[in-house]
């Protein structure tokens, strides 16, 4: 009965200490890890990816490396739902920081952090020739470890909605 009592005790203070401090439990994962790998294309809803798309997640800290890869079209174009996943490379910052990058014509300003292991982008543009755009991406990688779900939202600044979803596979 004493040892339950101890145990009981010992779990309420790493319970208290993990939600009142931050701190993590040995094993516990933060997400990034999770979504970490090489993934390739396996579909695409909503929109028409470019071929042979295949993206490449690397952590470290609070930075998620994105590295993205594709066949071009034979116009050179990629479509506006796209807009900052078709790049060659990206850097989110999780710690929710705004950040900014030059995407295509557009300067990309964005805002990500992790939640229940789902990798949240908020995400807009500046204004280009009277357009600008807005959105977010949601990355959730399955229980197994081997697919990762892109989910698009993007509103256009006339108002017009573009919803997305794209399924990799791990390589």
Request: overall charge positive; charged content about 20%.
């Amino acid at each position: 009965m004493k040892s339950v009592a101890m145990l009981a005790a010992a779990v309420s203070l790493c319970a208290a200490l993990t939600g009142t401090l931050g701190c993590r439990l040995r094993g516990a994962d933060s997400g990034i890890s999770a979504l970490a790998g090489d993934w390739t294309l396996t579909r695409g809803f909503g929109v028409t990816p470019p071929d042979h798309f295949e993206t490449s997640l690397s952590a470290d800290r609070n930075r998620v490396f994105v590295r993205s890869r594709w066949e071009a079209a034979h116009d050179g174009q990629v479509g506006l739902t796209l807009v900052g996943l078709a790049t060659p490379e990206l850097v989110l910052d999780t710690s929710g920081v705004e950040s900014a990058a030059q995407v295509g014509p557009f300067v990309l300003r964005h805002t990500s952090r992790l939640n229940h292991g789902r990798l949240i982008t908020d995400w807009s543009t500046s204004e280009y020739m009277g357009s600008s755009y807005r959105g977010s991406w949601i990355r959730t990688v399955s229980r197994d470890g081997a697919m990762l779900t892109l989910d698009i939202d993007a509103v256009s600044g006339a108002g017009d909605e573009s919803r997305a979803r794209l399924i990799f596979r791990r390589k």
